[in-house]
């Protein structure tokens, strides 16, 4: 069956092609990446120009690193939505290739909304759900593109290639799709009656599937939608990732409109169901604390690590730069680890170093004095000698504007402030001998790894122009600047072998 659909779709490629690549010969062309923008970053990725959010299909294919993003080339708000694509050798540098997927289909017209990947007979196979709005209705389907290359994506002529939700359409996407033994699985998030569902589906072949049934539901206390789900093994258990929309804030506990976080337990994969786990906000515990932080996607590196990238942004905040024709970021690329106490630890992948061009300060400051952050683009390693006392770091600009970082050594929490309505962001952290924050500062972003990575906060931040960065608290910190480098952008050389490619394979 299988065979037989791919041969029947090559055919029909040929066919399709004018039309197909007028986005693959516009993203040759065009030299709209908007890079001297204000609050432009230089190691983060962003789209080249217009609206990103989610990361999607985050994979290893044919010796390089592939993010697909939810994308919106035309201006700097969401709009019909396509898979912009970004690759890299390192997981450090980052190249825009053209966008995977453009929303023109019946199924997909008014978007081409999250998924994931996987790779199958050496197919590069992303799912995706595709939106159509309809007399004041909402139509999701779920559907499938390949490509042999990596860089040029087919829609399967047969999609959507699954049409109904259980519950209606409505609400019904961000396919997570992986292979155990010789079944391949789909986890699909949907809503019904106010309540979050998650469902489990089954294929054989990858374009026929089964509804399987519910894995679990949101019982009141979990929201009413489950978004971007992502599911993997770690040192033999299970870890389920959620977005969830609806839960209600509680303390400092899900401060945001929105919440990622994670349960961990062990899937029968007989049953089709986590066993003795349920999901409510005692087991549900955010990855992030930062203020903007969503729809994680992980993958496994060839080396066994598992890396996750996330959308550093949330709904309904105030992207400042949308002015400018571009909105938001991702996250640095991050690996997880999973302790004995079984939460997960996030920490920077280690290729990172890589970015570090030069040293901008290495020495102790006491409680008071300051300097100036010498790049808008820097990582900060600060380090106390003890844990008996209140540290605090603060970065400040343009007079009145800061972001604080505080350690609270009686009350045993990690806090960040970054100003204005509800800035507080806190979470409990009792390091062991002395505190370790490194800090990454992009531009308009920042993110604060805590010790080996048990709490992180990822926010938007707005400086108009260099940081100046003042010790606080009662005890002396040792600081190691570095500025770093711009490490993504457009690539012209491979602008020019991808143009080669495309006349000599397409047409
Ligand atoms: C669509 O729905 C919205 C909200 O329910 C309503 O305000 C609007 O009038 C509807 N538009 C049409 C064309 O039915
Ligand atoms: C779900 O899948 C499991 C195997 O993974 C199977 O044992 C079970 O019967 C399936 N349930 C349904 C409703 O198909
Ligand atoms: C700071 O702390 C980290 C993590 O504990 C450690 O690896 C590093 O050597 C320390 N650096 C300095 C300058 O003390």
């Not at 299970?238 to 509680?250: A, F, K, N, R, Y």
């Amino acid at each position: 069956m299988e065979v037989f659909v791919l041969a029947v779709w090559l055919c029909v490629v040929t066919a399709e092609l004018a039309q197909d690549l007028a986005h693959i010969e516009d993203f040759i062309q065009q030299k709209r990446y908007l890079l001297k923008k204000k609050y432009r970053p230089m190691y983060h990725i962003s789209a080249p120009v217009g609206w990103l959010n989610d990361p999607n299909g985050f994979i290893f294919f044919k010796r390089q690193y592939h993010i697909f993003y939810q994308y919106h080339p035309y201006n700097g708000a969401w709009g019909p939505i396509h898979w912009g694509h970004v690759i890299s050798d390192n997981l450090v540098d980052w190249a825009f290739y053209p966008p995977a997927l453009v929303p023109k289909d019946h199924y997909d017209k008014h978007g081409c909304l999250s998924g994931s990947a996987v790779i199958h007979n050496s197919y590069l196979t992303l799912f995706y759900t595709g939106h159509v709005l309809s007399n004041n209705k909402t139509f999701q389907t779920q559907n499938v593109a390949i490509s042999a290359d990596g860089i040029i994506f087919q829609k399967y002529l047969y999609n959507p290639i699954i049409r109904d939700g259980p519950f209606g359409n409505a609400d019904f996407r961000n396919p997570k799709v992986w292979r155990f033994r010789n079944s391949w699985y789909m986890l699909i998030g949907t809503s019904r009656l106010q309540e979050a569902y998650l469902l489990l589906y089954t294929s054989a072949d990858l374009f026929n599937w089964k509804l399987n049934g519910t894995i679990a539901k949101s019982y009141g206390d979990m929201g009413y939608m489950w978004e971007s789900p992502d599911f993997f093994e770690i040192d033999g258990f299970t870890v389920l990732i959620l977005s969830v929309q609806g839960i209600q804030g509680d303390g400092h506990r899900f401060r945001n409109l929105y919440q990622t976080g994670y349960v961990i337990g062990n899937f029968n994969y007989q049953s089709g169901q986590f066993e003795d786990l349920e999901i409510s906000t005692a087991t549900f515990n955010e990855l992030d604390y930062g203020h903007d932080f969503y729809a994680a996607k992980t993958m496994q590196s060839v080396d066994g690590r598992r890396l996750l990238v996330a959308w550093l942004g949330m709904w309904e905040s105030e992207f400042e730069e949308s002015n400018d024709g571009w909105a938001s970021m991702l996250t640095l690329v991050r690996e997880l680890k999973l302790t004995f106490q079984g939460k997960l630890l996030m920490t920077p992948v280690r290729e990172i170093v890589e970015l570090r061009a030069e040293v901008l300060e290495d020495a102790w400051y006491s409680p008071g004095e300051a300097f100036y952050a010498g790049s808008r683009a820097f990582e900060m390693l600060v380090n106390s000698s003890t844990v008996m006392y209140d540290a605090a770091i603060i970065l400040e600009w343009s007079g009145e504007r800061q972001y604080t970082i505080a350690f609270s050594s009686e009350r045993g929490y990690v806090s960040v402030d970054r100003g204005g309505v509800d800035g507080v962001r806190r979470a409990d952290w009792l390091p062991v001998t002395h505190i370790h924050w490194r800090i990454f500062v992009d531009y308009s972003s920042i993110e604060v790894f805590c010790g080996t990575g048990e709490v992180v906060f990822s926010s938007r931040i707005y400086p108009r122009k260099s940081m100046r960065i003042r010790i606080a608290g009662d005890t002396q910190l040792h600081v190691t600047q570095y500025r770093l480098r711009r490490s993504v952008g457009y690539d012209n050389k491979l602008r020019k072998q991808l143009k080669n490619h495309v006349i000599n394979r397409y047409h």
